[in-house]
T-cell receptor
Framework: DGGITQSPKYLFRKEGQNVTLSCEQN?????MYWYRQDPGQGLRLIYY???????QKGDIAEGYSVSREKKESFPLTVTSAQKNPTAFYLC???????????FGPGTRLTVL | QKEVEQDPGPLSVPEGAIVSLNCTYS??????FMWYRQYSRKGPELLMY????GNKEDGRFTAQVDKSSKYISLFIRDSQPSDSATYLC???????????FGAGTRLFVKA
């Protein structure tokens, strides 16, 4: 099956720890995105990547980092610098120049 | 002013009702309009995609765009309990890359 996978589904982190969220796609999409979703708010763009080895900051990149070493993979690291990391994190992908994005199932991160 | 405004609801309707979900936007450069459906604790899935003003129909769903009023709507006919979800509008300007999402409207369809 073609699609986007995210792992883990649930993640718990202690304050001061860095954690990495996985996102993999086998849709052969060039572009990949990371969003954060909080209750009552729309999806906010953290980082996006249009091609391998290149990525750009979105609206709320502070406290996050990404890498794009492979077309299929776009991991997100939530660092200890992110002051309010508890949220639902969504990864998406799209064909280059295509407006329609396809989303993964999400990772719910909770800081204890 | 937010670029996209969407009433978060919740909206509760009986089974079989016609549902109207709406968004307004501020930038006339926006040209692509989408509706996503998101079930609880799941990722959003693309439901409807339109480019021009007017109506686009797909089964029980109709997407409507009024560019002169900067107003987009999603209508659901013969609503079912399985339609209970959060519906997010999303817009994008021509040549742009960043999709702007509304806050989402929570819909409950009661059997």
């Amino acid at each position: 099956d073609g699609g986007i996978t995210q792992s883990p589904k649930y993640l718990f982190r202690k304050e001061g720890q860095n954690v990495t969220l996985s996102c993999e796609q086998n849709l052969n999409h060039d572009a990949m995105y990371w969003y954060r979703q909080d209750p009552g708010q729309g999806l906010r763009l953290i980082y996006y990547s249009q091609i391998v080895n290149d990525f750009q900051k979105g609206d709320i990149a502070e406290g996050y980092s990404v890498s794009r070493e492979k077309k299929e993979s776009f991991p997100l690291t939530v660092t200890s610098a992110q002051k309010n990391p508890t949220a639902f994190y969504l990864c998406a992908s799209s064909m280059s120049g295509e407006t329609k994005q396809f989303f993964g199932p999400g990772t719910r991160l909770t800081v204890l | 002013q937010k670029e996209v405004e969407q009433d978060p609801g919740p909206l509760s309707v009986p089974e079989g009702a016609i549902v109207s979900l709406n968004c307004t936007y501020s930038n006339s450069a926006f040209q692509y309009f989408m509706w996503y459906r998101q079930y609880s604790r799941k990722g959003p899935e693309l439901l409807m995609y339109t480019y021009s003003s007017g109506n686009k129909e797909d089964g029980r769903f109709t997407a409507q765009v009024d560019k002169s009023s900067k107003y987009i709507s999603l209508f659901i006919r013969d609503s079912q309990p399985s339609d209970s979800a959060t519906y997010l509008c999303a817009i994008l300007n021509t040549g742009g890359f960043k999709t702007i999402f509304g806050a989402g409207t929570r819909l409950f369809v009661k059997a």
